[in-house]
């Protein structure tokens, strides 16, 4: 086998297509931060469903399910087949997603396992987008790490 090193110009227009691609026909997942029965506040969209995951999972082991009213939503964008995301999706270890999970994502996307580049995670209200890397994640949420905290604790404040 061959490999091949790319140029930094090669790569840009590799990014530029997918980009593209994406824009015409959609990414194949969407996780959506929702409150009072589905209005959209945060969305995160990629083609690899467990790439995502990876991004709230400790959230859910920490600290449970989402408080009333703010929940969680798994879209499968293909169908648009969604599912709320809860604290019995996950191990109690925290080390991965359950079986009860696999099954529900199995029956929705047999062929749910996919690689992606970083997740694109979207403000609703002031349309600001960032690759979610795990640096831009963190630096997104700092200042509204309050609310997504809140999300997972009794609190009503943020409402």
Request: aromatic share 14%.
């Amino acid at each position: 086998m061959m490999l091949v090193e790319w140029s930094e110009r090669q790569i840009n227009k590799a990014v530029i297509m997918k980009s593209t691609l994406h824009k015409l026909f959609g990414y194949r997942w969407s996780l959506y931060i929702c409150i009072n029965d589905k209005e959209m506040k945060y969305k995160m969209h990629n083609d690899s469903l467990l790439r995502m995951i990876g991004y709230i999972m400790n959230y859910f082991i920490k600290f449970g399910n989402p408080k009333t009213p703010w929940s969680i939503w798994l879209n499968f964008n293909k169908t648009n087949t969604s599912f709320e995301l809860k604290r019995e999706h996950f191990t109690d270890d925290g080390d991965s997603v359950s079986k009860l999970f696999v099954k529900i994502v199995k029956s929705i996307d047999p062929d749910y396992i996919r690689t992606g580049s970083e997740p694109i995670v979207i403000d609703v209200n002031t349309k600001r987008k960032i690759h979610a890397s795990p640096e831009n994640f963190s630096k997104f949420l700092n200042p509204q790490l309050q609310w997504f905290i809140m999300l997972f604790l009794k609190c009503d404040f943020l409402v």
